[in-house]
């Protein structure tokens, strides 16, 4: 079992939506087993499966938030990604991303 973990701390002063995540990485179709685990200091944990994301021209992209959470988008000063995988296979990853905006509420 191996992970990777990134923290998204820009402006913590101010509350952020996070809308998606993008990981940059190289034989994504090959995994069979990962898990992505997503918290702010507003949202709890929440997880994701390889059913929830979608991986195209060497991007594996996903939504901060599980279709049957009824919480809606994640909102936070700071967003903690996991991705963790069960894996013999050789895989790169470049990066872990997020899209965010400014929250009002």
Not at 5 to 28: G, Q, R
Not at 81 to 96: C, E, G, L, P
């Amino acid at each position: 079992s191996s992970y990777i973990e990134t923290i998204i701390n820009d402006s913590p002063d101010s509350v952020k939506v996070f809308d998606n995540a993008l990981i940059p990485m190289s034989n994504a179709d090959l995994l069979q087993d990962y898990m992505i685990r997503f918290e702010t200091d507003i949202t709890s944990q929440q997880f994701l499966n390889r059913d929830e994301t979608r991986y195209r021209e060497g991007m594996l992209r996903f939504p901060l938030r599980t279709r049957l959470s009824n919480a809606g988008r994640t909102r936070g000063s700071w967003a903690k990604i996991r991705f963790s995988t069960n894996t013999d296979q050789k895989f790169n990853i470049f990066a872990i991303m997020a899209k965010y905006r400014k929250s009002y509420n």
